[in-house]
């Protein structure tokens, strides 16, 4: 019974040092008083082996072995009198760190459960029973996450902070290969990344073949300028998605010219319905939507995907046109590799380039922009073509802290909270 009561109390590694523990539960709180077996001890300042027992100090200290109830540790802590100059010292406390009154375990319960990213400080605080400015005093005097190397291939991209700091961007550096995060930049400000870039060794640097990037151009400049031997590529998403929503311009303004009479049964207001309630067919991959019998409500009747697409595109000639290219591109963007796609990427720029319409025009000035970064988007490492999806995926969770939290003003802690939380590899000082 004994053993059993000192191991739920988590002090299995002082089993022989225990001289004395008794529990009882007061107020709903339990209480555990112990004492440990004496020592023979030499004082601190003048070594002397000549100590008498002077007094016990009692501690209480929070010991959280359970999250539904308060515990604390009355700790009997000796002190002892040096004979031969007078002064006083404490035997050795393995409960708690000096002036602190929260144990070690809570401490290391504390850190443990704040490696999920969707638990905040005051959840912490509430479940260990502390302060929430216990919580985050814990954490910041346990965790300062350190810049990881430099790995072969490097996602970039910004998180929005909700304005918690001077920037409204904070800059995020992503392993590819390992999803893990290699820092968090406070900005990502085209000045700020050159100074920080500047600051690493120019043999790390050199490990480093690709950058993976959305289409922010100061993070294009900044790599070129620091970066000279290295790869830029952009993530393919960023290209598709810039692409749709010029599609979706098109199909917007197509639509609108049938916005009148759009009560009546005319064959207009029919463009109009088909145009806005199956707008997700132009921009969707195809083999993405439903392959059954889709509802038609206003004809109460029902068409197969293949009708419905063959209907919209039939509606107005620019529509189409601008949809079958952007499909051109898509099946491109699906199927190029790194060494065979000049020709292709070089005929697409050509055919956006001289369309007839402004937006497509445009689109096409903006990949002749990035011509290169898009080549690079189609290298392969480890089997993977080049992106930026392990960084997407990881700035979701980033958002998640944000959010729980309602902010992380101190940008030093939203940094170590951001890479402890989500590398879960972040060594504790002191441990």
Known sequence: MYDDTIHILQLSHLKDKIEHLDIRVESNQLIAEIRLKQITDVCPTCTSSAVSFHEYKYHKIIHSISTGQSCILHYHHRRYRCQTCGKTFGEYNPFVQKYSNIGHYTRLSVLDYLKDFNHTFTDTANLYHISIQSAIDIFDQAVDAKRRVLPEVICIDEVFTNKMNRYKYACILLDFKASKIIDVISTRHKNYLIEYFSRIPKAEKDQVKVFVMDMWESYREA??????????????????????????????????????NKSSPEH??????????????????????????????????????????DYLLSIDEDLKSAYRLKERYREFNLTAEYETCDDELDSLIYEFRNHKLLELRTFGKTIEHWRIEIKNSFLVFNKRRVSNGPIESTNSKIKTIIKTANGIRKFTRFRNRVMYSINKDIPIKNK
């Open 223 to 260: 790599i070129k300028l620091t970066f000279p031997n290295t790869l830029i590529a952009i993530d393919s998403f960023h290209i598709i998605r810039t692409l749709n929503d010029v599609v979706k311009v098109i199909r917007i303004r197509t639509q609108n010219k049938y916005r009148l």
């Open 268 to 309: 207009d207001d029919m463009y109009y319905y088909m145009l806005k309630k199956f707008h997700y067919f132009l921009v969707k991959n195809y083999e993405n939507i439903f392959d059954g019998k889709i509802r038609i409500a206003k004809y109460n009747t029902y068409w197969h995907k293949s009708e419905i697409l």
